[in-house]
T-cell receptor, first 115, second 113 residues
């Protein structure tokens, strides 16, 4: 079965600093996609960034980037220059490599940005 | 923003009563999903649909049923609500492409008393 592991229940970062949120995944399929979502205290789920297993470069979207290490099966989210509005839950997810039918989510990491 | 609407947004119901949550999309996406979110568990898939009248179970489907009679609507029914089904329920949609992200509704907070 596919699985996503996020081992950091909570993280703190000083404003304007960078922070890395960890995500490891388990699949034997060579082709897969990884996603990161943000859930602020208001509750909505916001898509942040996508990384395909065959992408040659790490994905970047503004202040978000993915540190993708395929051999280690890790896809860590890096947030640069943290802002107070980055305080939220962050979820890593993988779309089912075999069927594409569903998304598997990790348990999330709660990030708090300290002024 | 993707056009996806959940109703109701909040509901309190009594144990043993049936409850139906509705998800409506205006994006014509093929896939629709129902997830529940509980502390310490992240998002867990209840059921999903890959087309009209085509549905399948997720990892926590016991006690839930779904129906999709139109592309735009995906209904989640709790036949006889239990306190363990108190949760936040999210509907999501996605296109069929393997690299397509899921878009989420605003969520429904359901309390079973």
């Amino acid at each position: 079965a596919q699985k996503i592991t996020q081992t950091q229940p909570g993280m703190f970062v000083q404003e304007k600093e960078a922070v890395t949120l960890d995500c490891t995944y388990d699949t034997s399929d060579p082709s897969y996609g990884l996603f990161w979502y943000k859930q602020p205290s208001s509750g909505e789920m916001i898509f942040l960034i996508y990384q395909g297993s065959y992408d040659q470069q790490n994905a970047t979207e503004g202040r978000y980037s993915l540190n993708f290490q395929k051999a280690r099966k890790s896809a860590n989210l890096v947030i640069s220059a943290s802002q107070l509005g980055d305080s939220a839950m962050y979820f890593c997810a993988m779309r089912d490599p075999l069927t594409g039918n569903q998304f598997y989510f990790g348990t999330g990491t709660s990030l708090t940005v300290i002024p | 923003d993707a056009g996806i609407t959940q109703s109701p947004r909040h509901k309190v119901t009594e144990t043993g009563t049936p409850v139906t949550l509705r998800c409506h999309q205006t994006e014509n996406h093929r896939y629709m999903y129902w997830y529940r979110q509980d502390p310490g568990h992240g998002l867990r898939l209840i059921h999903y649909s890959y087309g009209v009248k085509d549905t399948d179970k997720g990892e926590v489907s016991d006690g839930y049923s779904v129906s999709r009679s139109k592309t735009e609507d995906f209904l989640l029914t709790l036949e006889s609500a239990t306190s363990s089904q108190t949760s936040v329920y999210f509907c999501a949609i996605s296109e069929a492409d393997r690299d397509a992200e899921a878009f989420f509704g605003q969520g429904t907070r359901l309390t079973v008393v």
